[in-house]
């Protein structure tokens, strides 16, 4: 089955700085690469996907690159501020089971003020 | 739209027991999938129901069950409860056939004694 590593485990960046979180997955038929966002308590919240057609998406300050013959995805976020404080997941799923999804586990980013 | 709801949030059991948790899905989706997220384990899937049938199912024992009604909500079970079933289970939902996005609730916090 899909295997989905994710680094760094935690990350603190002063405020404005930018933040990259890197994931490598291991099935290669995987097709569809959301990011999670979860505050403390909280239930994650889809923040950006990306599918295999396409090498990289923007919204705003965030930002997703794919490589799909290295079968790695990136998280880039921009000009960080407090807020963006909590653990990002990335996942995986394979063509045909898109709601099946593989989970990294998980980054836990500080943005100190 | 509300969101995807889950009762109840918060659950005691002792080992033996069952329990039946409950997801309903945002108004139009038909496919519920369930994970189960622990902080050693991280976020696993542990399967997913479309149109009242499973169409995924993840490396969970057998006493680990779900079902899909009619009007796409759905609940999981799990019998002969043990410590280690102590964590946050989450559904999401999805429009399915018309987009990959997963929406998840807020999850029912299951505490096994």
């Known amino acids: 089955g899909e295997n989905v590593e994710q680094h760094p485990s935690t990350l603190s960046v002063q405020e404005g700085d930018s933040a990259v979180i890197k994931c490598t997955y291991s099935d290669s038929a995987s097709n569809y690469f959301p990011w999670y966002k979860q505050e403390l308590g909280k239930r994650p919240q889809l923040i950006i996907d990306?599918?295999?057609?396409?090498g990289e998406k923007k919204d705003q300050r965030i930002a997703v690159t794919l490589n799909k013959t290295a079968k790695h995805f990136s998280l880039h976020i921009t000009e960080t501020q407090p807020e963006d404080s909590a653990v990002y997941f990335c996942?995986?799923?394979?063509?045909?089971?898109?709601?099946?999804?593989?989970f990294g586990s998980g980054t836990q980013l500080t943005v100190l003020p | 739209k509300a969101g995807v709801t889950q009762t109840p949030r918060y659950l005691i059991k002792t080992r033996g027991q069952q329990v039946t948790l409950s997801c309903s899905p945002i108004s139009g989706h038909r496919s519920v999938s369930w994970y189960q997220q622990t902080p050693g384990q991280g976020l696993q899937f542990l399967f997913e129901y479309f149109s009242e049938t499973q169409r995924n199912k993840g490396n969970f024992p057998g006493r680990f069950s779900g079902r899909q009604f009619s009007n796409s909500r759905s609940e999981m079970n799990v019998s002969t409860l043990e410590l280690g079933d102590s964590a946050l289970y989450l559904c999401a939902s999805s429009l399915a056939l018309q987009g990959y996005e997963q929406f998840f609730g807020p999850g029912t916090r299951l505490t096994v004694l």
């Open positions: 990306i599918r295999s057609n396409v």
């Open positions: 996942a995986a799923s394979p063509s045909g089971s898109a709601r099946q999804l593989t």
